[in-house]
């Protein structure tokens, strides 16, 4: 049994966004996984970091957020909304991300989340990165939906690539750069404009890929090879 934590966030509760996060839910708790839930829209998430996030500071004069994350998560002074998540986050093997793309990217209600919710110290920091991250061992998963049809992306499309372009920023920078074996994701095109038999075999597609997350391929991250000890690269000789 697995433990599994969904993040979403979509505006709109009856969204076909929001049914894929509740679909996620109900398919992971049939295979028999332990399943935790956050909607961030229906929790009134606040996405803005604050010094008020951090009950008790380690410097009262000036605001170092990722000093004062260690501090907080070292004295457990964090504040009620992201010792939730925080908990829910450490507690689970897996992380499902569920929300739709906006303007190339995350709702900012994501981004927030991630802000105040990926602790410095607890889950990266100095030398802790990519596989030696503090979710090193976990998987993340990412299930995006997106008004664009599936062929405007791609190396030869309108908008170039996807997964590898313009969600690198989550992907790798923010998932893989915790340590998280970020699997392939998913994308559910056209969404808004799509007709409803187009929208059910992208629900067959979704509930496949959730039902299936053990044999879903990672995608390549950042290794440690070919890298001296402050991630210099290392001559070519010395990195054969």
């Known amino acids: 049994m697995a433990k599994i934590h ?15 996060a509740h679909e996620a839910v109900r398919v992971l708790k049939l295979r028999g996984d332990d399943v935790t839930f956050s909607d961030l829209y229906a929790l009134d998430f606040d996405p803005v970091v604050r010094a ?15 000093l004062e994350q260690r501090h907080a998560f070292e004295q457990d002074s964090l504040a009620p909304d992201i010792r939730r998540e925080v908990q829910a986050l450490l507690a689970s093997d897996t992380l499902v991300m569920v929300f739709p793309l ?9 981004k927030g989340w991630i802000d105040r919710c990926f ?11 990519y596989g030696r991250g503090g979710m090193a061992g976990k998987r993340a998963v990412v299930g995006v939906s997106l008004g664009a049809r599936e062929h405007m992306f791609g190396a030869h499309g309108i908008h170039g ?21 970020v699997l392939e994701p998913f994308f559910a095109w056209h969404i808004p404009y799509c007709s409803a038999d187009q ?7 979704w509930r496949e890929y959730v039902a299936n997350l053990d044999a879903r391929p990672a995608m390549p991250m950042p290794r440690f090879e070919g890298y001296d000890d402050v991630f210099r690269p290392l001559p070519r000789s010395a990195s054969r």
């Open 119 to 129: 602790l410095s110290g607890a889950m990266y920091g100095g030398k802790r990165i």
């Open 52 to 66: 008020s996030d951090f009950d008790k500071r380690a410097n009262e004069d000036y605001l170092v957020y990722a």
């Open 199 to 205: 929208r059910e075999d992208t629900l067959i597609r």
């Open 102 to 110: 906006y303007w190339f990217s995350v709702p900012a209600l994501i």
């Open 6 to 20: 969904v993040v979403h966030a979509h505006p709109e509760p009856r969204s076909f966004c929001t049914f894929m």
């Open 161 to 181: 690539e996807l997964a590898g372009g313009m969600l690198r920023h989550l992907l790798q920078g923010t998932l893989g750069y915790v340590g998280y074996d």
